[in-house]
């Protein structure tokens, strides 16, 4: 009622399913983060496409792989997310409390 179901649901995911979805290639990563941010530490295997500049046209494509965002608590991924929705892209989905969930999960990244 009164709109509330026009607006897309972001899907949320994990930290241990990203990883097993990295694991066995099924997630393209983009990292929304800037790029000193990205360099300092990161997902290893992510692409980096901060979100000062982000398009969904600029995601590559990649088949068979689902496309994850992530940033470094989840709020810039969900913008992004936004972006795409707006755009009519099919990117719908984000890890869950970004990269410090990650860390916090005890997984490894790249400095």
């Known amino acids: 009622m009164f709109g509330l179901g026009n607006r897309r649901i972001h899907r949320e995911i994990t930290p241990i399913e990203l990883d097993a979805m990295l694991k066995n290639g099924t997630a393209l990563l983009i990292d929304v983060r800037e790029p000193d941010e990205f360099a300092s530490d990161h997902i290893s295997g ?15 494509d990649v088949p068979g792989k689902t496309v994850v965002l992530q940033c470094a608590g989840g709020k810039r991924s969900g913008m992004a997310l ?4 707006k755009a009519g892209a099919a990117i719908d989905t984000h890890l869950a409390g970004g990269i410090g969930a990650w860390k916090a999960a005890g997984l490894p990244v790249t400095r």
């Open 46 to 60: 992510a692409v980096n496409i901060p979100l000062s500049t982000f398009s969904p046209r600029n995601v590559p």
């Open 82 to 85: 936004d972006r795409c929705a």
